[in-house]
């Protein structure tokens, strides 16, 4: 059974940064694609960014490009997001998730999530 926890939320100011972990076990992580998801109070589940097993290709929403940066260590089974320039929209619990091969819905494993608080 893969298993996924995340780390890394916390409360930032707007501006400020953050990187998030999601730690993969159970299953080599190379093979896997694993997204990165986020879900605010009241709002729908919304995918922020993936990488894939294969050729590491990323993808990022719109909403958060040239801001977020994912990244993955397969030696470390860890997956990284890194979180720049925060704003107020940007807070939610974020999710990570694993499916065998290319980043496309649906994922089968999920981790229980970080919060991240953007305030001043």
């Known amino acids: 059974q893969v298993k996924l926890v995340e780390s890394g939320g916390g409360l930032v100011q707007p501006g400020g940064s953050l990187r998030l972990s999601c730690a993969v076990s159970?299953?080599?992580?190379?093979?896997?694609?694993i997204g990165w998801f986020r879900q605010a109070p009241g709002k729908e589940r919304e995918g922020v960014s993936c990488i894939s097993r294969s050729d590491g290709s990323v993808y990022y929403a719109d909403s958060v490009k040239d801001r977020f940066t994912i990244s993955r260590d397969n030696a470390k089974n860890s997956v990284y997001l890194q979180i720049d320039s925060l704003q107020p929209e940007d807070a939610a619990v974020y999710y990570c998730?694993?499916?065998?091969?290319?980043?496309?819905?649906?994922?089968?494993?999920w981790g229980q999530g970080t919060q991240v608080t953007v305030s001043s």
């Open positions: 998730a694993a499916r065998r091969g290319r980043c496309r819905q649906p994922y089968d494993y």
């Open positions: 159970g299953d080599t992580m190379a093979y896997y694609a």
